[in-house]
């Protein structure tokens, strides 16, 4: 398995949190989301990881530069600042071998047990994961599910509508694989390169593929947009995740 970690945003919101260090270098509980991320990756068998870097690339580097038990491959987006998340993923296709891969958010701080309800699951085709409990806000990229299928993924979807939200970390698995890059160059051919890489998923949906879901299962997780979010990972979500490990 290979893994994408899409790390090339600037995250403006987090003002002077950001001015220096990319989101993924942000520190909570001592250690940095990158580091993290990748400390679940290797411990559930995931070393080959592909990241794609933008703002303050030089960082990242200069951070990984000795972790060499995983077999990390750099793919940088020289238009993080002109272009979306989608560009980014895009992007990522040229150092993947075109088997099963995971998306990763990189400024998403989550409990190791979310990856590996993902990790061993059995769907085939694009399969996310979802928080089906979580009270939910205009911001959150909501989805609506028959079943297990998933229909629509949007901020846009009424709240009332939604049956959770997507946390930004998603199994890719071979049967789909070409299916999502041709989506991704479609509907960056339609609307452009400004847009989520989600309103490929949308494109998938309506084309056929089979989108799925996996659960969080109440487990602890948190998108850290802005200097709010952070201060909540740091005292609220990071304390329930340290507390879940002992459960």
């Known amino acids: ?4 970690i899409l790390a090339a945003g600037y995250g403006s919101r987090l003002g002077y949190v950001t001015d220096n260090i990319p989101k993924s270098l942000i520190t909570i509980g001592g250690k940095t989301l990158m580091d993290r991320t990748l400390k679940i990756l290797r411990k559930n068998n995931v070393r080959d990881i592909v990241i794609v870097t933008g703002y303050r690339r030089d960082k990242i580097l200069e951070h990984l530069k000795e972790k060499y038990y995983l077999n990390i491959n750099f793919v940088h987006n020289h238009d993080y600042d002109t272009t979306n998340n989608i560009y980014s993923l895009y992007l990522a296709k040229k150092a993947l071998s075109g088997g099963d891969f995971y998306i990763i958010n990189s400024d998403v701080l989550f409990h190791e047990r979310i990856f590996q309800h993902l990790h061993a699951s059995r769907k085939k085709g694009l399969v996310l994961s979802v928080d089906t409990t979580k009270k939910l806000t205009d911001e959150s990229m909501k989805v609506v599910s028959i079943g297990e299928r998933l229909i629509w993924i949007s901020k846009k979807i009424p709240i009332q509508e939604a049956s ?3 946390i930004g970390l998603a199994k890719v698995t071979e049967e789909e694989y070409a299916k999502l890059f041709r989506s991704l160059k479609h509907v960056m051919k339609s609307k452009g390169v400004h847009v989520f890489y989600e309103d490929a998923f949308q494109h998938m949906m309506d084309t056929g593929s089979s989108v799925t879901y996996e659960p969080t299962r109440g487990l602890p997780w948190i998108e850290i947009d802005t200097l ?11 304390p329930r995740i340290v507390r879940a490990k002992y459960q």
């Open 1 to 4: 398995m290979e893994a994408v």
């Open 164 to 166: 959770g939200e997507y």
């Open 228 to 238: 709010e979010d952070l201060r909540i990972a740091r005292e609220k979500v990071y």
